[in-house]
């Protein structure tokens, strides 16, 4: 079939966003792949159709720009055709997946990087919380580490899910699935103190947001990246972090403080728990630096 890529790629969008409930996020991901993948199709002039894709189009289009991207990079791209083609045996235009016998590249197991408690401590009692940015600052930082929240999740959090007597928060994550996490003294007592000094939000829509910037809007992703960083730097914290790090470090300490794995899943909002088994190996590696680090025979 000839295919009117503008179309196909708002109906798919629709149907990973509704249908399969994705992040906007991971929907950017997926429709950037595969709109590189139906330009690259156009490219081919006569063979145009997508019901005539095999998989030596598919191992094609990964090569033909595999030298500029990562093999992780690469792995998610076969993952969004994969998608895309089975939404297309869904909608009745293809009988088969082009990709289902396509191997993805081997990529090793990531170690994100991981910060240690007294490193965290630092961080967040580097912050001077004698302005209202420093008492909402510390707050995000509190949050970000004490209850293991993406970046996305701080952002759009709001104060009537934040429960501070009963000590929890109510997450929306990925996919608008909810969880309930714990919430520390010291995330709930710096909470406190920024709701305090808040103040109003410049526009109705905003009310409820827990986090404003200064002119009374939600938070950024950049904007709580560039946070981070800043408040790492003044602690002489010099890892390459990100909002991601707190989130890592959290689930890693309660690892090795003897948390349940299905527990910590659960706090996370990992749908599948080989996502989560990932801070066992960052604690394996941990203690087996040490061991190394002072070894006889080393």
């Not at 197991?109 to 209202?132: F, H, K, M």
């Amino acid at each position: 079939m000839a295919f009117d890529s503008s179309r196909i790629l708002k109906d798919y969008s629709y149907y990973l966003r509704v249908e399969r409930g994705m992040s906007p996020n991971t929907v950017a991901s997926y429709r950037s792949d595969v709109k590189a993948f139906l330009a690259w199709m156009s490219s081919l002039g006569g063979h145009g159709s997508l019901r005539a894709v095999d998989s030596e189009d598919i191992q094609a289009f990964l090569a033909s720009h595999s030298e500029s991207l990562s093999k992780r990079s690469q792995a998610r791209e076969l993952s969004a055709l994969t998608s895309f083609f089975d939404w297309l045996v869904i909608e009745g235009e293809r009988k088969d997946n082009p990709c289902d016998v396509v191997d993805a590249p081997k990529i090793g197991r990531y170690l994100p990087a991981v910060l240690s408690i007294d490193e965290v401590s630092a961080i967040i009692d580097g912050v001077d919380t004698r302005s209202p940015k420093g008492v909402r600052d510390k707050a995000i930082l509190e949050m970000l580490y004490g209850c293991g929240l993406r970046v996305s999740e701080l952002c759009s959090l709001l104060i009537s899910h934040v429960y501070v007597e009963e000590g929890f928060v109510r997450i929306v994550g990925k996919g608008n699935k909810e969880r309930l996490v714990p919430m520390g003294e010291s995330a709930a007592s710096a909470f406190t103190e920024w709701l305090a000094v808040r103040g109003e939000a410049f526009a109705p829509e905003y009310s409820d947001i827990a986090f404003l910037n200064k002119f009374g809007k939600s938070l950024s992703r950049i904007s709580v990246f560039k946070l981070v960083r800043e408040y790492a730097l003044l602690a002489g914290v010099t890892k390459e972090i990100s909002p991601h790090t707190f989130r890592h470090s959290f689930a890693t300490h309660l690892i090795e403080n003897g948390a349940d794995l299905r527990v910590v899943q659960e706090m996370l909002g990992h749908e599948n728990i080989t996502t989560t088994e990932i801070y066992t190996h960052i604690d394996t590696a941990t203690w087996q630096g040490e061991v190394l680090k002072h070894h006889p025979r080393r």
